[in-house]
Structure formats: structure tokens, C-alpha cells
T-cell receptor
């Protein structure tokens, strides 16, 4: 697609429920990243995919968080047994490698999660 | 661990005035540096990036930034701010060998008065 697409754009859920957030990266982008942005704060790295493998999961805050990616396409971030502190905007980004080796990330508009 | 500091949480400037947003990064291997802008309800948009070469880089919307290795800084500047520049600005760094994982600062919220 033309950009990184995320769904849902807004999700309100009750504490204890599971949620799934979806990211559709730019076609041909091999790398995919998930970040979390709490209100008034910067972006926290969650997980990075290269293809469908996740070489860096170091940012996942607990075992309630998991993510998967199908090939070099859609990724799903799953939060089980949601807690109020999970309320945040979850941002997805994808990239293709630049000639210098550093990736320029293109971000989606985010999924705003509110846990009541 | 790599880190980025944006010391100014909130800045207010008058339209037409000049702007400088500060960014300092922790010392490490060769850094790649970025500035992103986030308008309300929208995703992050890349303003500019520094990989190597000329330490003064030009970006979109009239922004520029200067990489100063001796000061570990990458400050963002604009000579004349427009009301539409009101947004949140994030500085980010990635070091070689870290799988291009961006580390972000906490952001600076820019307010523009007319």
C-alpha cells in the first residue's frame, strides 16, 4: 500500500480482556517495528521484525504482550488480560534498508487503546 | 544504553520568530540521527535525517538540523515559524549494529502564537 495502515484506529476495552492490533506495512518493506506511546511521553520500542522473524523482542513489557508477522506482510500485536497501564497509542512502522545501512522508518497513524 | 534527551518539554514561539529545539544523544558508535514531527491525531512524519557527510542537513517544511559530534547534539532549527508548525517534535537516534532500532527522546511540544 501507499502507507503503513493500522487497525483499529481506536479501541476501548475492559480490564482483563484480550486485544489484537493490526499493522499492514508498506509493500516490499522487510522490517517492521512496534512502538508504544503513553500519554505525554516518548515512544517506547516494543519489538522488531525482519521478515517474519523477530530478532529483537527486548521491549515487550511482559509476557502478556506478543506479536507475530506473516512473511513480509501483516503483523499483529496481541495484549492478553489487558491492564489500565496498557492504555496508550501503539505505533507500527516499516522500513526498507537505505544505501547507508540505516533504516528510515515510515509510521502508521497508530492504534489508540483505552483500557477501562 | 543509547538514549536521547530533549530538555525542553514545551516551547512557545510567536509566528515568524526563529526556532531551535534541542536534542542530545548519548555517546556511542556512529549515530544516525532523525527528527520526526507528530501532529495531533496523526502518525510521525520524518523531517530530516543525518547519516554522514555535511553536518548541516536540510529537511522538509523549511527545517534544518546541525550535527555536532563534540557536543553530542543534533538541534533542529527553523528561521521563521508558521502557525502550522505547532506539533510535537521527536529526536531519535540509532547506532550502527543495533538493527536500526530507533531510540526516541520524550518530545518537545511546540506552541505557536499568532
Amino acid at each position: 500500500g501507499a502507507g503503513v495502515s493500522q487497525s483499529p484506529s481506536n479501541k476501548v476495552t475492559e480490564k482483563g480482556k484480550d486485544v489484537e492490533l493490526r499493522c499492514d506495512p508498506i509493500s516490499g518493506h522487510t522490517a517492521l517495528y512496534w512502538y508504544r506511546q503513553r500519554l505525554g511521553q516518548g515512544l517506547e520500542f516494543l519489538i522488531y521484525f525482519q521478515g517474519n522473524s523477530a530478532p529483537d523482542k527486548s521491549g515487550l513489557p511482559s509476557d502478556r504482550f506478543s506479536a507475530e508477522r506473516t512473511g513480509e506482510s501483516v503483523s499483529t500485536l496481541t495484549i492478553q488480560r489487558t491492564q489500565q497501564e496498557d492504555s496508550a497509542v501503539y505505533l507500527c512502522a516499516s522500513s526498507s534498508r537505505t544505501v547507508s545501512g540505516a533504516n528510515v522508518l515510515t509510521f502508521g497513524a497508530g492504534s489508540r487503546l483505552t483500557v477501562l | 544504553a543509547q538514549s536521547v534527551t530533549q530538555p525542553d518539554i514545551h516551547i512557545t514561539v510567536s509566528e515568524g520568530a526563529s526556532l531551535e529545539l534541542r536534542c542530545n544523544y548519548s555517546y556511542g558508535a556512529t549515530p544516525y540521527l532523525f527528527w520526526y514531527v507528530q501532529s495531533p491525531g496523526q502518525g510521525l512524519q520524518l523531517l530530516l535525517k543525518y547519516f554522514s557527510g555535511d553536518t548541516l542537513v536540510q529537511g522538509i517544511k523549511g527545517f534544518e538540523a546541525e550535527f555536532k559530534r563534540s557536543q553530542s547534539s543534533f538541534n533542529l532549527r527553523k528561521p521563521s515559524v508558521h502557525w502550522s508548525d505547532a506539533a510535537e517534535y521527536f529526536c531519535a537516534v540509532v547506532y550502527t549494529g543495533t538493527a536500526s532500532k530507533l531510540t526516541f527522546g520524550t518530545g518537545t511540544r511546540l506552541q505557536v502564537t499568532l
